[in-house]
Every structure is written in C-alpha cells, then in structure tokens.
C-alpha cells in the first residue's frame, strides 16, 4: 500500500527537526521529479490550448508524489484504469444519464469495486486513480454542456503524457539509492468491509450532492472529499482532512501572493511559469518531509494544479477562485467526516464490518 504508507523510512518526532534542514538525495530527486512533471505538463497544455488543464496538472503530480517509484506494473496499473474510465463514463452517462438512481446505484457499484482493491492493498494504486479519476470525469460529464468526447479524449491525452512525463522525469532525476518497499499488511476480512462499505458510500454520496446541488465549479472541493477517503477510515480521514485543509489554506494563499506578484504581467507566460514551478518546489518538500498521502504538501500541490489549469486567464480572476475553493472545500470537507463518523458507528455495531481492537 505504498501510497498510504509511502517509501522508505517514516519521520519520527525525533528526527523531523533534523529532516526539516535538508533532504535526503532520494528525497530531493523527488521534489524535482514533482515539481518538474507538474509544471511541464501545465506547460504542454497551456501551449496547446486544450481543454481540462486540471488533468494535465494534477494526474503527474499524482504519479510522481504518491508514488516515488516507476515500473511496469505502475505504468500499468494507471494506463488500465485510464481505459476503464473511459469505458465505465461512456456507458454511465451515455445509457443512464436520464436515470438518476440506477446511474447512483451503478456508480456506487464502481466506486465499492475500487475501495475494495484499495483495502486489500495488491492493487492500492489502480483503486486510488480510479477513485479520484471518476470522480472528475463524472462531476464534468453529468452536466448538458459539457462535450463527453471531448472529455474523455482529453482525459486519455493527459494520462498519456502524465506517463511520459513520468519516465522523462524519473530519467533526469534518477534516486540515488534503492528504495525500500513498504511491508505488506495482512487485514481480517472485517476490516476490509468496513473500509470498503465506507469509502464507497462517502464517494458516492460525494457524487450525489454535487450533482444535486449543481456545483460545477467546485472540482476542488469534491477533489479533497475523495482524497481523504485514501485514509481508508474514519480515523485517519480526520487527520487526512486537517492536513488536506492547511494546504489547500497556503495554496490558496501562494496562488494570490504570485497574482499580486504578476500584477499586470500575467501575460509574460515565462514568469508565470517560473512562479508555478517555485510554488511546486516548496510543497513538494513539504509532502516529502511528511511521509504521508495527501497531507499539506500534496494538498498545496493539488491546488496550485486546479487553480492555474483552470483559473488562469487574462479573462479569469484568480483571487475569486482561489477564496471560493479555500471555503467549498473546508465546508465539503467537514461535511465528508460528518457522515464518515457516523458511518463509522454504524459499520462498528455490525459483527461482518466491526473494526478491529486494537490492543
């Protein structure tokens, strides 16, 4: 389960001062492989003009910060599930779109499917990006505006380059030394029911209130509903949750801070560049000094890859967008661990999905 429990060794309190001075070699490959694969993918789109930049800013930094290495079955792993998206929207919103409840019921099924590879740890990364995948093409495909094929094709474009950009940046930036893979963990069969039921539902419920309520432009904040579910239950979704929110809070605030610094200036795309790739830099550091999924770096890196894939234009204000996603996401957020805790208490009163003592 490498990207809840990451690579390598863990930080200890004892040693978090001393990480906070310097990075290891490994570590700062990483932060360069991060903030060099964000920043060339908001490039390529932004040259190309293609629509859903926040697919081509998000889906590298979520190869190369969740996980710090890159082989076949990784690259397999997210080129199957990128295929399988674009089968399962298709069929979703082409056949069921006019049937709200059996689109709900299906949708569920897909996102138990996942959490389920999820709990059980072989397949964490194809269940993770499926997950977070669907959600977004879903939000944007439910809508009448919105042009299915072109979505889905951009979204293939981008998951295709999301790899190459991957394999370009593991090959400038190569660790220095071998890597330690995380221990396999063995779970009762309750457990993994219990963090299957609750990550299915929760997404799904997600899904529902943001169809409901017509919340197009809150894609970020339907974003840190789903990455907090990474947690894979209620308790660690709360610490998930505070991190996700701190980070969001100072990309939020970077974002505003290099619009005042471009002030007028936006349009030298160079400068902007520059700015974007600084900003990755800084919460790329943080998100490999925490040692966790999505914490406050990986938090601050989603943002600043919503913000300007999406907001960025000489037509678009910035400073609304980055202070409507800080609120709809701290509102969603809380929300999210609302109906997890009672999720949580009622899985726990059922013997098939009770948690485990934990001694």
Same mark, same amino acid.
């Given at each position: 389960?490498?990207?809840?429990?990451?690579?390598?060794?863990?930080?200890?309190?004892?040693?978090?001062?001393?990480?906070?001075?310097?990075?290891?070699?490994?570590?700062?490959?990483?932060?360069?492989?991060?903030?060099?694969?964000?920043?060339?993918?908001?490039?390529?789109?932004?040259?190309?003009?293609?629509?859903?930049?926040?697919?081509?800013?998000?889906?590298?930094?979520?190869?190369?910060?969740?996980?710090?290495?890159?082989?076949?079955?990784?690259?397999?792993?997210?080129?199957?599930?990128?295929?399988?998206?674009?089968?399962?929207?298709?069929?979703?919103?082409?056949?069921?779109?006019?049937?709200?409840?059996?689109?709900?019921?299906?949708?569920?099924?897909? %996102?138990?499917?996942?959490?389920?590879?999820?709990?059980?740890?072989?397949?964490?990364?194809?269940?993770?990006?499926?997950?977070?995948?669907?959600?977004?093409?879903?939000?944007?495909?439910?809508?009448?505006?919105?042009?299915?094929?072109?979505?889905?094709?951009?979204?293939?474009?981008?998951?295709?380059?999301?790899?190459?950009?991957?394999?370009?940046?593991?090959?400038? %930036?190569?660790?220095?030394?071998?890597?330690?893979?995380?221990?396999?963990?063995?779970?009762?069969?309750?457990?993994?029911?219990?963090?299957?039921?609750?990550?299915?539902?929760?997404?799904?419920?997600?899904?529902?209130?943001?169809?409901?309520?017509?919340?197009?432009?809150?894609?970020?904040?339907?974003?840190?509903?789903?990455?907090?579910?990474?947690?894979?239950?209620?308790?660690?979704?709360?610490?998930?949750?505070?991190?996700?929110?701190?980070?969001?809070?100072?990309?939020?605030?970077?974002?505003?801070?290099?619009?005042?610094?471009?002030?007028?200036?936006?349009?030298?795309?160079?400068?902007?560049?520059?700015?974007?790739?600084?900003?990755?830099?800084?919460?790329?550091?943080?998100?490999?000094?925490?040692?966790?999924?999505?914490?406050?770096?990986?938090?601050?890196?989603?943002?600043?890859?919503?913000?300007?894939?999406?907001?960025?234009?000489?037509?678009?204000?910035?400073?609304?967008?980055?202070?409507?996603?800080?609120?709809?996401?701290?509102?969603?957020?809380?929300?999210?661990?609302?109906?997890?805790?009672?999720?949580?208490?009622?899985?726990?009163?059922?013997?098939?999905?009770?948690?485990?003592?934990?001694?």
């Amino acid at each position: 389960m490498f990207i809840k429990r990451g690579w390598g060794k863990r930080a200890t309190p004892g040693t978090r001062s001393a990480l906070l001075r310097a990075l290891t070699q490994n570590g700062l490959r990483q932060c360069l492989r991060v903030a060099g694969g964000g920043t060339l993918g908001f490039v390529v789109s932004q040259l190309m003009g293609w629509n859903y930049g926040v697919f081509f800013t998000v889906f590298p930094m979520f190869l190369l910060g969740m996980i710090p290495i890159l082989n076949g079955s990784i690259i397999r792993q997210f080129l199957t599930n990128v295929s399988l998206n674009v089968i399962e929207v298709s069929l979703v919103v082409g056949l069921l779109k006019h049937m709200p409840v059996v689109m709900t019921l299906v949708v569920l099924g897909m %996102f138990l499917f996942r959490f389920n590879l999820m709990a059980k740890g072989s397949l964490f990364l194809f269940g993770a990006n499926g997950v977070l995948t669907l959600s977004i093409l879903l939000h944007f495909a439910s809508y009448p505006s919105v042009d299915l094929s072109d979505l889905l094709a951009c979204n293939l474009v981008a998951s295709l380059l999301a790899v190459f950009i991957a394999m370009l940046m593991h090959t400038l %930036f190569p660790d220095v030394e071998a890597r330690t893979p995380p221990p396999r963990v063995t779970k009762p069969p309750a457990q993994i029911r219990h963090e299957t039921l609750i990550g299915g539902l929760t997404a799904t419920l997600s899904f529902w209130v943001f169809q409901v309520f017509d919340l197009q432009g809150s894609l970020s904040a339907q974003m840190a509903t789903i990455l907090v579910l990474f947690a894979l239950g209620y308790s660690g979704a709360q610490a998930s949750a505070a991190r996700r929110a701190v980070g969001t809070l100072l990309g939020c605030n970077l974002a505003l801070l290099m619009q005042l610094l471009l002030y007028t200036q936006s349009h030298h795309f160079l400068l902007v560049v520059l700015l974007y790739w600084l900003g990755l830099m800084l919460f790329a550091r943080e998100h490999i000094h925490e040692g966790v999924g999505s914490g406050i770096g990986f938090g601050g890196l989603t943002t600043l890859g919503i913000l300007f894939g999406q907001s960025l234009g000489p037509q678009q204000d910035l400073v609304y967008s980055a202070l409507y996603r800080f609120s709809s996401m701290s509102v969603a957020l809380t929300l999210t661990l609302l109906v997890m805790a009672c999720l949580h208490v009622a899985l726990n009163r059922w013997t098939p999905t009770r948690l485990p003592d934990i001694k």
